[in-house]
Nanobody
Framework: QVQLVESGGGLVQAGGSLRLSCTAS????????VGWFRQAPGKEREFVAA????????YYADSVKGRFTISRDNAQNTVSLQMNGLKPEDTAAYYC?????????????????WGQGTQVTVSS
C-alpha cells in the first residue's frame, strides 16, 4: 500500500510562486513514474506534469510549460512541483499520483495511487 500526501498549496498573487511536494509512505515509490494533476471547480481533472522513476523523462501540459518544473528525490520519497509565474487560471486542487510503471505518462488511467490534494488559489 502506498499513501501520498501533498503539501505546499496556498493563496498567492498572480505572478507569484509556490512549491508543491508529494511525499510517499512505503518503499513502492522510487521505481514508479509520478504525475501531478489538477482540478478546478466545475472542470475535469487535467494533467499538469509527470516524471519517470529515474527523473530522466518529464512531460508538461502546454499550459504550464516553461513555468512549472517537476523534480524528484527518491532518497526522500518526494516529488516536487515548482510553480512560477502563477496565473489565476492555475487555481485548482492539485493532486499527485503514482504510476503503474517506471515511465512518465500524461494518462490518468496509468496511475493507481492518488493523494488527497492541496489547494492552490491565485488571485488577480
Amino acid at each position: 500500500q502506498v499513501q501520498l500526501v501533498e503539501s505546499g498549496g496556498g493563496l498567492v498573487q498572480a505572478g507569484g510562486s509556490l512549491r508543491l511536494s508529494c511525499t510517499a509512505s512505503g518503499r513502492l515509490f522510487s521505481g514508479y513514474g509520478v504525475g501531478w494533476f489538477r482540478q478546478a471547480p466545475g472542470k475535469e481533472r487535467e494533467f499538469v506534469a509527470a516524471i519517470s522513476s529515474s527523473g530522466g523523462v518529464t512531460y508538461y501540459a502546454d499550459s504550464v510549460k516553461g513555468r512549472f518544473t517537476i523534480s524528484r528525490d527518491n532518497a526522500q520519497n518526494t516529488v516536487s512541483l515548482q510553480m512560477n509565474g502563477l496565473k489565476p487560471e492555475d487555481t485548482a486542487a492539485y493532486y499527485c499520483a503514482r504510476g503503474l510503471a517506471m515511465k512518465a505518462t500524461m494518462i490518468q488511467r496509468d496511475y493507481n495511487y492518488w493523494g488527497q490534494g492541496t489547494q492552490v488559489t491565485v488571485s488577480s
